[in-house]
Every structure is written in C-alpha cells, then in structure tokens.
C-alpha cells in the first residue's frame, strides 16, 4: 500500500510537468521560469531515485520518479533555449 501511495504522490506531482515543457516550448521565453527552482525539483527527484537503490527498495515506483526527473530535465533545458532567446531580443531591441 506505501508503495501504491508514493506512486501516486510522485505521479500527482509529474501532471504538471508537460504542461511545463508545452508551455516553454511555445512561449520561447524563459521570463517567469525559476532555474534554482528547476534545479531543486531536479535534485529532489535524484535523491528519491538514490533512495531506491540505496534502501534495496526498487519498484514500479521508481519509473515515475525517472519519467518526472526527464521532463523536469527537458523543461531545464528548454529554459537555457528561451533564455537564448530572451538574450537576442533584448540585443535587437536596443
């Protein structure tokens, strides 16, 4: 049943995520996106999947917690592309 729980908590906290990386795909923009923010979910999710292995504790769960860290990754990334973007507006603007 804890397991059934945790599954449950890490998918309820993944929903959110494509509509993230949809959001800063479309927008091009990074403005209103925290990279420490971004870096903290990250290392949040690294230390749940650490956790797995180094409790002995590997189950379904864990590909929840792999799926979220990639779409936090993806939506990182996708913040040093907007922010590349922001950069070269700011320059042509002036």
């Known amino acids: 049943m804890s397991q059934l729980l945790e599954a449950f908590m890490v998918i309820c906290f993944g ?18 996106k ?18 797995k292995f180094l409790s002995n504790n590997i189950s379904y769960v864990l590909i929840f917690y792999i799926i979220n860290f990639v779409m936090v990754f993806i939506d990182l990334c996708l913040y040093f592309r907007n922010k590349k973007f922001d950069l070269k507006r700011d320059v042509q603007s002036v």
């Open 15 to 32: 929903i959110s995520w494509p509509l993230s990386i949809m959001k800063s795909y479309t927008s091009q923009t990074a403005k209103g």
């Open 34 to 51: 925290s990279f420490v923010f971004l870096v903290f979910i990250l290392v949040g999710y690294l230390c749940g999947i650490a956790s």
